[in-house]
Structures are given as structure tokens and as C-alpha cells.
């Protein structure tokens, strides 16, 4: 039997998990077109701190990961540009 594989009909950007995380997270993103895709992770003063994707992706569904060891606890906000589609979500970094 073969496996059907599912080809997202929508852009997505799902809530990152688990949310708050230390020191890391998953960010999950679908894609039903082929596009350009970039997928940013900004602090609290609007500051860009880790680009986690920054190429063109076929349709599907993908996930990305964030490692805030680096970084201090607090709010942070990712951010998706697919195409025409734009979308942000807030995470909590604690330590």
C-alpha cells in the first residue's frame, strides 16, 4: 500500500512548541505553492536575531528549529514570508 503524502492548500505558520522553551523550539510551516521562503526570529526592540530559512521550498510541510542558548529569556517573535503570505507568532525563551 502505498503512503499518501498531502500537499498543504493553504500557507500556514503554526504555533512554535514547546512554548515557553529552553533553550530550544519548533516552528512549523506549510507551503502549497513552490515560493521564496524566509523564516525570522526578531527580539522584543524589533532587533533580527537568527534567520532560520532563507531559500526557495516545494510544497509541504516543514519545521525549523530555534536554539535560544544564546540568547536571554523573554518574549521573541518569528515571522514567515512566503510569497504573497506574511505571518508572525510570539514565543517565551525562559531560563
Given at each position: 500500500?502505498?503512503?499518501?503524502?498531502?500537499?498543504?492548500?493553504?500557507?500556514?505558520?503554526?504555533?512554535?512548541?514547546?512554548?515557553?522553551?529552553?533553550?530550544?523550539?519548533?516552528?512549523?510551516?506549510?507551503?502549497?505553492?513552490?515560493?521564496?521562503?524566509?523564516?525570522n526570529v526578531y527580539d522584543i526592540l524589533g532587533k533580527e536575531v537568527a534567520t532560520l530559512v532563507n531559500e526557495t521550498k516545494e510544497p509541504g510541510s516543514y519545521t525549523a528549529q530555534f536554539d535560544g542558548t544564546q540568547f536571554s529569556s523573554g518574549l521573541y517573535v518569528y515571522t514567515?514570508?512566503?510569497?504573497?503570505?506574511?505571518?508572525?507568532?510570539?514565543?517565551?525563551?525562559?531560563?
Open positions: 500500500m502505498e503512503a499518501r503524502v498531502s500537499v498543504p492548500t493553504v500557507f500556514g505558520l503554526a504555533q512554535n512548541y514547546p512554548n515557553p522553551f529552553n533553550p530550544a523550539t519548533t516552528i512549523q510551516y506549510q507551503i502549497p505553492v513552490t515560493s521564496r521562503v524566509t523564516l514567515i514570508n512566503a510569497g504573497t503570505f506574511t505571518a508572525a507568532r510570539k514565543m517565551v525563551l525562559t531560563k
